[in-house]
């Protein structure tokens, strides 16, 4: 059986003596990071929501921080949904959202920190049972209308698999321009240490006849709402 | 494999493809769906080409250095807590895989699109150690439901028609047949969804492998690629040694043109980045994750000058898809789970000697490498291997005619270095045939142009006689000179 | 410049002899004086093409004896160009001299129509052709020398002609050299297409500036019982 030195040796082998001081170094950074004003962020918003449109998500717009449980609980009432998960904000406090839906009648799952594995299957069923599942996203790429989501005990990243329906907040703020610099915000560091997942759109499919159909194994729908903290 | 594949069987197969107007019209246009969604988003952002030259700018840099990277990837890896395991082979790796399943006690498999896995016909052996594998990918779900193999990296029930997906599903699921892309895709979805759920083992490829931060990037629409890595308690990921890239800063430029290439979208729906198991608490993930990192004459084709260039490849399936070759004969001929200019390319290295003849099934007329986002050299590749293939000590046994046909070639060759003679002889031949041709052109011929005429007409030689000078616009309506 | 040699090549000696006539004409009405390489017949293509290097070797220091490093070659073929111009660079001459001589041909030489444009900055060259015409480009011709302007900047510059467009024009007709008599029945399921979209088109003459892609759509008309002619492109350029 091979082990790293084996294949490593091999490798060296096949490259030969080909000299490495030729490799040019890629530079392949993306453009610097730059604070963005409020009117880029506006723009951004609308940019993110048009590209959003495009890969059949919904854009729900923006709001501030104060009315994001009351959109939700409506659109959760208003398309029939009995069961929602949710988990942990990041910035966005979601503790509200639960007790909006709560209010409108809809049995909320909160995924609290420490599932043991005992009830993992089970809590995966759960989550999976549910209409809807609503998180937040850790950053936005306007150039593409995708939501980066970073898994974590809190905020496990099934809640934007599993339900049939997917709401996903993020904060304004969290909204960069493309995709190289999402890469750059969410940083080494934290895509060494987390599952991450950037979700473009609903889940879809083009197997039949390369015809576009939604909703395959992950969600049906996706949700999104930008969130402007309350003081701007 | 009980029989083992022969190189010739793909005159056979690629001849009941040629005839298959059927599957002709599918392919021709499920590509053009697919151009029209590619032409959509080709310059979005950054321009197209920069993306291009900077993807593969990347890819040789790579290469240049892969052993080091190979090493700060597996480093990182077990940092994470992964069991990074080498196959030299596609044995070592497929062996590897079903030891473990049998060891974790693994009942049901649930998998994710991986042409890698086909390479080392994973799926016959798992079930043969009596584990139930599952393709969750629409396309695979499909043809595995049919019993084939896959007949396009990217779109692998390419060949079947929405009426031929609804028959399949009447007959499998005895449910009401409906040839409605939407309601078949729900179907699938319900039946793959309790199998998700229950399943104990799950296996995917891998797209890019980032050497900084011990990633492995997985690229999928459907989620079926989240699903297999998120549920069950065991995950396998397994990826051939040159799909490490060097920098988190790097991906940003493959996703894009993968994306684009690959299915006409700017970002596709899912780009999963794995590092290893869960954490204590965590809902997500699986408890255990193996990533398998295969060589199986990839390392060879490193030491190759010419074929090196074909490990730049990121499966994006864009040459098969203009490839008239591929359209007119089907996935399935090529009998290697890498059709396709692709798969013309690295099969003889990757699969073996029954795919020798595909280097040689190619016009060389470029549409691949005019296509290819990361600028390999198809064609180049391809008469390198016909040479490598030639001058091997044990060439390719080829078929009566087609042996006919090479051989006549090599002499015409070797008599074309005098010219005074092969001239001659052209002269001779011109007046032989003159019998038999009609307004130019001769119907029947002998060996070795007898395939010509199977069909079409042959030109009838006239070496000295040209048309007169300026008659090509009156010449229309009467014959051809 | 007032010199070029002019490099007919096999095909077109043996199946279309006219090529070569049509292209010096064009060449000397422009002021040239053409040199025709005559002891050279083949290029080696087809040999190396099939994985014969040692006899596309043979045939490439052969065709380089023949010629002139120091004056234009035009050749009328886009497969036969870019095997010289392009992969001369593949073959593993043996001597340091041979690869020179290599080198400082390769760049000389010029398929007809791109010569033409690119280097004599011509598109008129007072050529008169009646009929429907269709061009079919080359494969080689577009992909591995990039023109895919320059031959239909020429045929538009003739009086009289009336072009048309063949639905898919770029795809492969399906020769591909001896691709065509192992694989017979891809190459004439690829050609049977291509026959299709020719009818349709309502071309009266179909022309394309490769032998081979004059044979196989040539052979397909004739055997489909077509009334539609193949021409090279040198001989419309050609015709007054
Ligand atoms: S060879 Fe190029 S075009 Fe073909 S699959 Fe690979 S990357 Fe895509």
Redesign the interface.
């Known amino acids: 059986m091979a082990d790293l030195s084996d294949i490593v040796a091999r490798v060296k082998d096949a490259l030969g003596s080909s000299a490495r001081g030729d490799l040019a170094e890629i530079d392949a950074n993306g453009a610097p990071l730059h604070a963005l004003s409020a009117n880029d962020r506006a723009e951004l918003a609308t940019q993110f929501g048009h590209e959003l449109k495009s890969v059949a998500g919904d854009y729900l717009g923006i709001c501030r921080a104060d009315e994001a449980a009351a959109r939700i609980a409506a659109l959760a009432a208003e398309t029939g949904v009995r069961t929602a998960a949710i988990g942990e904000g990041v910035a966005i406090d979601t503790g509200a959202i639960a007790t909006a839906l709560e209010t409108e009648g809809i049995s909320v799952l909160r995924t609290a920190p420490g599932v043991d594995a005992d009830n993992r299957t089970q809590t995966l069923r759960r989550v999976a049972d549910a209409d809807m599942g609503i998180a937040e996203a850790d950053c936005a790429i306007a150039s593409t209308g995708t939501l980066a989501v970073v898994s974590t005990v809190s905020r496990p990243s099934s809640l934007t698999l599993l339900p049939p329906s997917s709401v996903i907040l993020v904060n304004v703020d969290r909204l960069v321009r493309d995709i190289a610099a999402a890469v750059a915000t969410l940083g080494a560091n934290e895509i060494a240490n987390h599952r991450v997942t950037l979700i473009t759109g609903p889940s879809r499919t083009a197997d039949i006849e390369k015809r576009i159909v939604l909703g395959v194994h992950g969600p049906k729908s996706l949700h999104v709402l930008i969130v402007w903290p309350r003081d701007e | 494999m009980a029989v083992s594949p022969k190189a010739t069987d793909f005159f056979a197969a690629s001849e009941a493809g040629a005839a298959d107007h059927e599957l002709q019209r599918k392919l021709e246009s499920a590509s053009a769906r697919h151009l029209e969604h590619f032409a959509e988003v080709r310059d979005e952002f950054t321009p197209y080409e920069n993306e291009r030259a900077t993807a593969r700018a990347i890819k040789e840099n790579a290469l240049g250095r892969l052993d080091e990277l190979i090493v700060e990837l597996t480093e990182k890896l077990t940092d994470h807590d992964c069991k990074v395991f080498f196959a030299a082979s596609a044995d070592e790796a497929r062996e590897y895989i079903v030891k473990l399943a049998t060891q974790c006690g693994a009942r049901h498999v649930v998998k994710g699109k991986s042409m890698t896995t086909e390479e080392i016909a994973l799926n016959p052996a798992l079930e043969r150690a009596g584990i139930e594998v599952l393709e969750t990918d629409l396309g695979e779900y499909i043809v595995q439901l049919r019993g084939e193999p896959p007949s396009h990296i990217i779109t692998p029930a390419i060949h079947l028609s929405k009426e031929d997906i609804g028959e399949l599903f009447h007959e499998k699921f005895r449910v009401s047949y409906t040839p409605e892309p939407e309601k078949l895709t729900a179907e699938a979805r319900t039946r793959l969804r309790e199998s998700f759920l229950r399943a104990d083992f799950g296996i995917t490829g891998v797209n890019f492998a980032i050497a900084e931060t011990g990633t492995l990037v997985v690229v999928e629409n459907e989620g079926n690629g989240r699903m297999s890595s998120t549920i069950p308690e065991v995950f396998v990921a397994l990826m051939g040694i040159e799909k490490v890239i060097p920098k988190l800063s790097d991906l940003p430029h493959f996703l894009e043109i993968l994306a684009r290439t690959a299915t006409g979208q700017k970002l596709t729906t899912y780009t999963n980045f794995l590092r290893g198991p869960r954490a204590d608490g965590d809902l997500d993930g699986p408890r255990e994750m193996h990533v398998v990192i295969i060589d199986n004459g990839r390392s060879a084709m490193l030491s190759d000058p010419v074929l090196r260039e074909s490990l730049m490849c990121i499966r994006c399936g864009a040459c098969l898809n203009v490839c008239p070759v591929y359209r007119h004969i089907g996935g399935h001929a090529y009998r290697s789970p890498y059709p396709g200019p692709i798969g013309s390319i690295v099969s003889p290295s990757l699969i073996g000697s029954s795919t020798a003849y595909l280097p040689f099934a190619s016009t060389l007329c470029g549409a691949c490498k005019d296509v290819c986002p990361v600028h390999i050299d198809i064609p180049r590749i391809l008469l390198h291997l016909r040479w490598k293939e030639t001058s091997s000590p044990a060439p390719p046994p080829w078929p009566h005619d087609a042996h006919r046909a090479r051989a006549g070639a090599r002499m015409f060759a070797r008599l074309a270095r005098y010219p005074r003679i092969i001239r001659f002889l052209g002269h001779i031949a011109a007046v032989l045939v003159k019998p038999f041709a009609e307004n130019g052109w001769i119907g029947s011929m002998p060996p070795p142009f007898a395939n010509w005429t199977k069909v079409r007409d042959f030109p009838a030689p006239r070496p000295g006689h040209p048309r007169p000078a300026n008659s090509a616009g009156k010449s229309i309506r009467n014959g051809r000179s | 410049m007032n010199e070029v040699q002019l490099f007919s090549t096999?095909l077109a000696?043996?199946?279309?002899?006219?090529v070569?006539?049509?292209s010096a004409?064009i060449l000397q009405r422009l002021g040239l004086k053409v040199r025709l390489l005559?002891?050279?017949?083949?290029c080696?293509q087809?040999?190396?093409?099939?994985?014969?290097?040692s006899?596309?070797l043979?045939?490439a220091r052969?065709f380089m004896a023949a010629c002139d490093p120091a004056m234009p070659i035009i050749v009328p073929s886009g497969s036969c160009t870019s095997m010289i111009r392009i992969?001369y660079a593949?073959l593993p001459f043996e001597d340091a001299e041979l690869t020179a001589k290599a080198a400082a041909i390769r760049p000389q030489v010029y398929e007809l129509s791109q010569f033409l444009v690119r280097v004599m900055k011509v598109k008129r060259l007072g050529a008169?052709?009646?009929?429907a015409v269709a061009y079919h480009p080359s494969?080689?011709l577009?992909?591995?020398l990039n023109a895919r302007e320059e031959p239909m900047a020429l045929l538009s510059g003739v009086e009289g002609i009336r072009l048309v467009e063949v639905r898919d024009r770029?795809?492969?007709c399906?020769?591909?050299?001896?691709?065509?008599?192992?694989?017979?029945?891809?190459?004439?399921?690829?050609?049977?297409?291509k026959i299709d979209r020719i009818r349709q088109s309502g071309a009266?003459?179909v022309v394309s500036n490769d032998c081979g892609c004059?044979?196989?759509i040539?052979?397909?008309l004739?055997?489909a019982g077509a009334d539609i002619?193949v021409?090279h492109l040198a001989?419309?350029l050609?015709?007054?």
């Open positions: 096999c000696e043996e199946f279309f002899p006219e070569e006539r049509a004409t005559k002891s050279a017949f083949c080696g087809v040999a190396f093409n099939e994985g014969f290097r006899e596309a043979d045939l052969r992969f593949d008169r052709f009646e009929g494969c080689h577009m992909r591995e770029e795809e492969c399906g020769f591909g050299g001896l691709f065509s008599v192992k694989f017979p029945h891809i190459s004439g399921a690829m050609l049977s297409d009266q003459v004059l044979m196989q040539g052979g397909g004739s055997r002619k021409r001989e419309i050609a015709a007054r």
